[in-house]
Nanobody, 121 residues
């Protein structure tokens, strides 16, 4: 079975920074795309950033220039460096991968449990 475990959320003041980490576990052979989504209270879940195995990245317009996504393929981790945070960034952040190939089978649409980021003074 494949799991995604996030860490690094918390309370930060406006203008501050946080780094989120997501580690994939299981008998994983390959993960092509990894992504971060977020869901604010009363809003739909939205894509924040994604990265594929060759390093190509994609960002939501609202975070371009402030957030940076990166990955370590060997460690099967994805990071989200968040700078210049503002209250509108407050949300539960979820790690996601659409497809994971393991020794035994292929898993689809895997989500982590989420980590809360609160930006407030």
């Amino acid at each position: 079975q494949v799991q995604l475990v996030e860490s690094g959320g918390g309370l930060v003041q406006p203008g501050g920074s946080l780094r989120l980490s997501c580690a994939a576990s299981g008998s994983i052979l390959s993960i092509n795309e990894m992504a971060w989504y977020r869901q604010a209270p009363g809003k739909e879940r939205e894509l924040v950033a994604s990265i594929v195995s060759d390093g190509t990245t994609n960002y939501a317009d609202s975070v371009k220039g402030r957030f940076t996504i990166s990955r370590d393929n060997a460690k099967k981790t994805v990071l989200l460096q968040m700078n210049s945070l503002n209250p509108e960034d407050t949300a539960v952040y979820y790690c996601h991968t659409p497809r994971v190939v393991t020794r035994f089978t292929t898993y689809f649409r895997i989500w982590g449990q989420g980590t809360l980021v609160t930006v407030s003074s």
